[in-house]
């Protein structure tokens, strides 16, 4: 291993802490401001191996190792200023992993990665899902965290797998339009796969975290929010397509129980669909935060101040649609901008003046 590949230093770490300590508080003034510069010197020679991707993922002929290394050269060009850190993402294993290391079979597209089950439209009743420490999945995602820690001891952020939320999980078992008609005719059923694929969450959830927890300096995510202890963003897809109703009845428990088990739980709320549920999420107290998405189709120039206020209203976190494109906040949040996570912004070294200029609208240094 060979420290000097990363720049990111132990104060900067310590920083960091402190940063989103107070934010998560309500102590901060400031949103999160995240900045990271590329087409920096780097201090090794380039690698030729693949990275993870979604392509790759799953390829197993290519080893954790040259992913690791693909990474470590990718950082040794990359600089993190203000709130911004070296994270090591692993989201290229697809959206839903743990459909996989429940049986599923995992494959790779260009954009995303898609689970299929063991067999097309298994009865919901023939569904039982239990713990398999060997599963070829799983041991493969351990070995690239494996093979992560390894080289880098800490000094890197390694993110957790998408795990997926659990309807979406059991929508991979049973699919879309199936799963629909579980809730009219198998209640029942859905509720005790929903408990069974809940506890199997956490207990991959939980192996996979301890695993990081003697060296790791911090956890994250898919969506690279950063956390001293481990936390995460709860979804579930699938309830685009339900009511308040079923969502109360089938939804909402599990997200309470689930934001419960862990620090600063987010809820990633996807599309105008589930729109109809932000009130029960406002409900839930371990949910802090709400990252909001429109969804694919929906016109992103619509203006969305009703769902921003409402959640900014709540005092909680709000995630997307937080920053103008000068750079400053969002008029909403004039007078709260500490409620903020501003995306990552990324400047490449060039346009270094560019960065600095942002970084100074909060008072973040942005150095070369």
């Known amino acids: 291993m060979n420290d000097t590949n990363i720049r990111f230093t132990d104060e900067q770490y ?25 087409g920096h010197e780097s201090y090794r020679e380039p690698s030729k191996n693949p990275t993870l991707q979604f392509p790759t993922a799953w390829d197993f002929s290519i080893s954790p190792e040259q992913f690791v290394d693909a990474q470590d ?22 959206p839903g992993t743990l459909a996989a290391f429940l049986g599923c079979t995992p494959v790779g597209s260009p954009h995303t990665v898609w689970f299929q089950p063991p067999r097309e439209n298994i ?3 023939e569904l ?15 070995n690239v965290y494996e093979a992560a820690m390894d080289r880098w001891h800490g000094q890197v952020v390694v993110g957790m797998v998408d795990m997926g939320g659990v309807m979406d999980v059991l929508q991979s ?27 199997l969450w956490f207990v991959y959830y939980d192996k996979i975290n301890a695993m990081l927890a003697p060296e ?30 079923m969502f109360r009845q089938f939804v909402a428990p599990e997200l309470k ?53 409402r959640i900014l209203d709540s005092g909680i976190k709000l995630l997307s649609w ?19 996570y501003f995306d990552e912004a990324w400047y490449h070294v060039n346009d270094i003046e560019r960065a600095k200029a942002y970084g100074a609208m909060y008072d973040i240094e942005v150095n070369v």
């Open 14 to 38: 310590e920083q960091l802490r402190t940063t989103y300590r107070k934010w998560w508080a309500g102590e901060l003034d400031r949103p999160i401001v995240p900045i990271t510069t590329t």
């Open 73 to 94: 050269w990718q950082f040794s060009t990359m600089r993190w200023h203000g709130d911004g850190f070296p994270l090591f993402a692993t989201t290229a294993f697809g």
């Open 123 to 125: 009865p919901i009743e």
């Open 128 to 142: 039982h899902f239990e713990y398999d420490e060997n599963n070829p999945y799983f041991r493969r995602v351990i």
């Open 173 to 199: 078992f049973r699919g879309a339009e199936n799963l629909l008609m579980d809730l009219y005719d198998d209640p029942d059923e859905v509720i005790r796969c929903v408990k069974e694929i809940q506890d």
């Open 216 to 245: 790791a300096r911090g956890y994250s995510q898919w969506f690279h929010l950063y956390g001293e202890t481990p936390g995460y963003i709860l979804q579930s897809d699938f309830s685009y397509m339900i009511g308040p109703e």
């Open 257 to 309: 129980t689930s934001a419960e088990r862990m620090t600063n739980a987010v809820y990633h709320m996807d599309g105008i669909g589930q729109i109809a549920h932000l009130d029960q999420l406002l409900a839930i107290d371990g949910i802090k935060g709400i990252q909001w998405v429109p969804g694919s189709g929906t016109p992103s120039m619509k203006n969305w101040d009703d769902i921003l206020g």
């Open 322 to 340: 937080t920053r103008k494109g000068d750079g400053t906040p969002i008029d909403l949040a004039k007078n709260r901008p500490g409620q903020l």
